[in-house]
């Protein structure tokens, strides 16, 4: 019997995802698209779903975006521990796991930034969008996917609208249907200017649009719509979003990025600067928290925003489109030259010659490895992003033949361990 792990996931063709762009008109307009998914293929989702929610357990930690509500009302850090507690079991589906756990009470869970969890997960959304972002290019700040796990009978976080710039494809996977109501932003400021509360919902549906769905559907919802979901039943959703920010958003990101990468921890306290008004001597001092290399100290504020905008488009392009990496391996592979390797599809290996003289930035699933550049480096990169099977001692034979093999195995290990390949014997 075909166990879940062995179900045949569907990738999305191009000319599916030509009829999405054509029927959102161009990602702007909501639609729902039927029968998507097979139903083997929702239970192996489920499935993965479950996983994550089992590593946040043992993790016991809300840093993720882990949030529970119960009968309507957010759960606080003492009854979350009673779900750490409680994790699903070896073979356990939702449905079994949900009525161990909460009986026979209303419950939702929100789990943010699902990629960096289940490699298998994230590597399927990544395989279905493959497609659409060939067409439409990558969102300026990447994706991540949201999950939603309950049997509330709508949305916790009742009549809201996501922030500019994100938009949505929700995967539905049952095992109950759902229907979301949406809003035109200027009609539901005009209903509550009449004096309707936002949270007097069934007063403002028969002003909303119907949108409902059911296991294997997906759902598309464009930024700046009000919207909530009701439902009957439990469902299990996988929500992909998309984040074009806004300048001043993504200038500021850029700002944090210079600051991450230069600015160090810094305690020393300054004196008070007695020099005259019309001096800046005193800047000097505090531009010493930032470690900013000789290559790059003379370029402009302006030049070093296109740098940080340079490593958050490779970063992006390396992880298919993520925004997030995934979670450090714990395993440390032992490579042997007969070992055979292949590069972990759609995840394609970034490089580029860095500005410190001499070096080479890699880019791996949105992690950055630096090392000296040499050509042979680059062709290993380039056999590996080729997408087939190669045996060890075949990419170390690209390797300067007058270096040790295990500088080989090294470089080897870090792309492992950033997953960016994986053994296939």
């Known amino acids: 019997m075909e166990t879940l792990q062995e179900i045949d996931v569907k990738k999305f063709s191009a000319e599916w995802w030509d009829n999405f762009l054509e029927v959102t008109q161009g990602q702007t307009k909501t639609a729902v698209f039927k029968n998507c998914m097979d139903k083997d293929e929702t239970a192996l989702l489920r499935s993965l779903v479950l996983d994550i929610l089992k590593e946040l357990c043992i993790l016991?930690?809300?840093k993720y975006g882990f949030r529970a509500y119960v009968n309507g009302r957010i759960i606080n850090t003492e009854e979350m521990g009673q779900i750490y507690d409680a994790p699903p079991?070896?073979?356990?589906?939702?449905?079994?796991?949900?009525?161990?756990?909460?009986?026979?009470?209303?419950?939702g869970m929100i789990i943010n930034l699902g990629e960096k969890f289940n490699l298998q997960l994230s590597t399927i959304i990544a395989l279905k969008a493959e497609h659409l972002f060939e067409r439409v290019g990558f969102p300026r700040d990447g994706v991540n996917f949201t999950l939603f796990i309950g049997n509330y009978d709508k949305t916790p976080l009742g009549i809201h609208k996501d922030p500019t710039?994100?938009?949505?494809?929700?995967f539905h996977l049952g095992p109950g249907p759902k229907t979301m109501y949406t809003w035109d932003k200027d009609l539901y400021a005009d209903l509550l200017s009449q004096g309707y509360k936002r949270e007097e919902v069934d007063s403002l549906l028969?002003?909303?649009?119907?949108?409902?769905?059911?296991?294997?559907?997906?759902?598309?919802m464009p930024e700046g719509e009000f919207h909530i979901g009701k439902q009957e039943g439990l469902s299990v959703a996988v929500t992909f979003w998309q984040y074009n920010l806004t300048k001043e958003k993504l200038a500021k990101k850029m700002q944090l990025v210079i600051h991450r990468q230069f600015l160090q921890k810094n305690e020393d306290i300054l004196a008070p600067d007695r020099s005259s008004l019309e001096s800046t001597d005193g800047i000097a001092e505090i531009l010493e928290a930032f470690t900013i290399p000789p290559e790059l100290s003379s370029l402009s504020y302006m030049d070093l925003m296109r740098e940080a905008y340079r490593e958050l488009r490779y970063s992006v392009a390396s992880n298919a489109g993520y925004r997030t990496s995934p979670l450090v391996g714990a395993e440390k592979p032992l490579f042997e030259?007969?070992?055979r390797v292949i590069r972990e599809a759609p995840f394609k290996i970034r490089y580029r010659k860095s500005e410190y003289s001499g070096k080479l930035h890699i880019y791996v699933r949105g992690v950055k490895i630096?090392?000296?550049?040499?050509?042979?480096i680059r062709s290993l990169i380039n056999k590996i992003n080729e997408g087939q099977e190669h045996s060890v001692s075949e990419l170390l034979s690209l390797l300067d033949p007058t270096w040790d093999k295990q500088?080989?195995?090294?470089?080897?290990k870090m792309i492992y361990g950033a997953h960016g390949i994986r053994k296939v014997n």
């Open 60 to 62: 016991r930690t809300v």
């Open 370 to 376: 630096e090392f000296n550049d040499f050509e042979g």
């Open 337 to 339: 030259l007969h070992d």
């Open 407 to 412: 500088i080989g195995l090294y470089i080897l």
């Open 89 to 107: 079991l070896e073979g356990e589906d939702v449905e079994t796991w949900s009525a161990r756990v909460f009986g026979d009470k209303k419950f």
């Open 206 to 220: 028969p002003y909303a649009t119907e949108f409902s769905f059911e296991e294997g559907d997906l759902y598309f």
């Open 165 to 170: 710039g994100q938009n949505v494809i929700h």
